[in-house]
């Protein structure tokens, strides 16, 4: 297993502090790869000690054998290329390059059974309410959107008016967008679904998020700046490819262009 893998399978049951250097190890391994363990220990705001300790907890002797992991696996993977590698960027293109380059990213390391299993959880609901709040909500909002197009039974939280999550049992889901920095209503609001019995699914952008603990399916949009710039293209990327696998599981691959809803054509 490589130290991603490694990762992983250790995470649930780390302390809080070693779920620290995990979750900066997954979303930013450079940080490992060209730093010594002290100076990785300084910028993650950890003793030493507890860096040298996740080493050993995910199975290496110690951190040059990790360090000799991550440089091993960085230089492996395939750089992405330019369309015209003589052309300069533009600072639009260099924008999307960007986003581009997240997307890739993400896309290797996401958890892809995880994703299939909320598909399938979604189109076996009997209700589904879709929650985010601050930047949080406009994910929430265009995925309830087009939802709705697939799975009838699917409602935006409204936090002007709505006040609670009110139905009953497993066959209700809750999904709930929480991003840094972690509203307290969401908590609150999937806390409430919890004691409902509902189906919680959290999407969200740390392991560390105080709702991945409460959710019954929790994915991870890690990218390694908290910026809501760069987030913004990768949750719809991944928003995008939820919908594509509900719309073919329930036969309505149409709904991607209803011309018949619109004057222009």
């Known amino acids: 297993m490589n130290y991603l893998e490694r990762t992983k399978k250790n995470f649930d049951k780390m302390t809080k502090g070693l779920k620290v250097v995990g979750e900066a190890l997954l979303i930013n391994p450079v940080l490992f790869a060209i730093y010594p363990a002290k100076k990785v220990a300084e910028i993650l705001d950890v003793s030493e000690t507890m860096v040298i ?6 199975g290496y002797h110690g951190y040059s054998e990790l360090q ?7 230089l492996s993977l395939k750089p992405i290329e330019n369309l015209n590698n003589n052309e300069p960027l533009n600072s639009f293109e260099a924008v999307m390059r960007m986003d581009q380059q997240n997307i890739h990213q993400l896309s290797s390391k996401l958890d ?24 949080s909500f406009s994910y929430a909002h265009w995925f309830s959107f087009l939802l709705s197009h697939l799975l009838e039974q699917t409602l ?16 209700y889901a809750v ?6 920095r972690y509203a307290l209503e969401s908590i609150r609001l999937a806390e409430e679904a919890k004691a409902n019995n509902n189906t919680i699914i959290v999407i969200t952008d740390s392991q560390l998020s105080p709702l991945a603990s409460l959710g019954d399916y929790v994915l991870n949009i890690q ?8 987030k913004g293209p990768v949750t719809f990327s991944v928003l995008n490819a939820l919908l594509l696998h509900i719309a073919q599981k329930v036969g309505k691959l149409d709904f991607l262009n209803p011309t018949n809803k619109y004057y222009i054509r």
Do not use: M
């Open 156 to 171: 935006l939280y409204r936090p002007e008016t709505d006040t609670g999550v009110k139905n009953k049992g497993k066959e």
């Open 68 to 74: 000799a992991d991550v440089q091993h696996a960085l």
């Open 53 to 58: 300790r996740f080493c050993k907890v995910i």
């Open 223 to 230: 990218i390694e700046q908290k910026s809501i710039l760069e």
């Open 112 to 135: 892809w059974d995880t994703a299939e299993k909320i598909v399938d959880t979604l189109v076996l609901s009997k209700g589904i309410t879709v929650i985010g709040y601050y930047h």
């Open 175 to 180: 999904i709930i967008f929480s991003y840094y």
